[in-house]
């Protein structure tokens, strides 16, 4: 069975790809100091995504993960748009500006993607991972072939069938406490909600892959909790935002010290899929406006600009600030520091686990 310990990761803990927060820097900190490291491409496109793998490798010789994404392609719908677009209106026109005329599918699914695959084949990082959904067998052999070794992201057991079957070597167990996109293969589909503890134990009963415990994790004893429940290894993301490495903004890393991050909430109105969010203006909007959104990343666009104007007047609150339950648990330090911090605190819970016995 094929796993990351291979590539010298020594420290079982997985930095999340955090699409637009994670950086080459944080990675390559994040792999200097034993675990691994992520960076997530899936909103750019294959010339920026080698820039950042590049942009790693020069900052780190061991093992790193390039995330992407594997969304359905989107469906354009003129009307829903059209509406979606007047909806927020209001609150553009509140910031002094307009919104979009019409929106773009601004992110290429990688199952769409044969310049982003030619790209990974020719770099072969290390590990490549994927979220939500698998892409087509003849990716997932071309790029099992290069070399790299595969991981994805399943919120249920269905999900995780259906990414051994396809011969992924890795499964992310991404439970409903989690921060950011929710995994979902189908986002139209219904969600069982399965929290971190019951997922990670179904998947580790039920499937033979590793196992990555994902959602709610913060400190050490989160990661000794994952450990002792079967998985792998433990994914964390929120941990990392508030790192000097990360690119988050001003206006996040005030959140995630804040008031809100007692209050993470699930919202599709920001990007068109769920994700959990710190609750901020534009949840409040996503609950309050009752529309279905655009599909993903159709809604995003007009997400992105409404964020971009909003900070021009000096409002910080309509950021897809991503943020897991534990959000409140956030420390800020240096990303090497955090994951010696972080490993030192799972062996002492484990230490002292048998000095309780």
Request: aromatic share 6%; glycine share 10%.
């Amino acid at each position: 069975m094929r796993s990351f310990q291979h590539l010298g990761v020594t420290i079982p803990i997985v930095q999340a790809p955090m699409a637009g927060v994670s950086t080459p820097q944080l990675a390559a900190a994040v792999s200097e100091a034993g675990g691994l490291g992520s960076i997530g491409v899936g909103a750019t496109d294959a010339d920026g995504a080698r820039s950042m793998i590049d942009a790693v490798r020069a900052r780190t010789c061991r093992a790193f993960n390039v995330n992407l994404f594997v969304h359905a392609t989107p469906r354009p719908d003129a009307m829903r748009e059209r509406r979606w677009i007047d909806a927020l209106r209001p609150t553009f026109e509140r910031y002094g500006a307009t919104p979009p005329a019409a929106l773009r599918t601004i992110y290429t699914s990688f199952a769409d993607d044969d310049a982003m695959l030619a790209m990974l084949l020719e770099t072969a990082p290390p590990v490549i991972s994927f979220h939500f959904g698998v892409p087509p067998k003849e990716k997932i052999a071309a790029l099992k072939g290069a070399g790299s070794l595969l991981l994805a992201s399943a919120t249920n057991l269905d999900e995780a069938r259906q990414i051994e079957a396809a011969g992924i070597d890795l499964i992310v167990a991404q439970g409903w406490e989690a921060g950011g996109h929710r995994g979902v293969f189908d986002p139209a589909a219904r969600d069982d909600r399965l929290g971190t503890v019951a997922l990670t134990r179904l998947l580790v009963t039920h499937t033979t892959l590793p196992v990555i415990a994902a959602g709610g994790i913060m400190d050490g004893a989160g990661i000794r909790a994952a450990l002792s429940l079967g998985a792998a290894a433990a994914q964390l993301g929120t941990a990392f935002v508030a790192c000097p490495e990360s690119s988050a903004d001003t206006g996040y890393r005030a959140a995630l010290f804040g008031e809100a991050a007692h209050h993470t909430t699930m919202t599709s109105a920001i990007s068109g899929r769920p994700a959990r969010c710190l609750t901020n203006r534009f949840t409040r909007w996503g609950e309050a406006t009752g529309l279905p959104a655009p599909d993903y990343p159709i809604a995003y666009d007009a997400g992105k600009a409404l964020n971009a104007a909003a900070r021009a007047a000096g409002e910080p609150g309509f950021g897809a600030h991503w943020a897991g339950q534990g959000a409140r648990l956030a420390r800020s330090l240096p990303a090497a520091q955090l994951v010696e911090a972080l490993w030192r605190e799972a062996q002492d819970t484990s230490a002292q686990g048998d000095a309780d016995q």
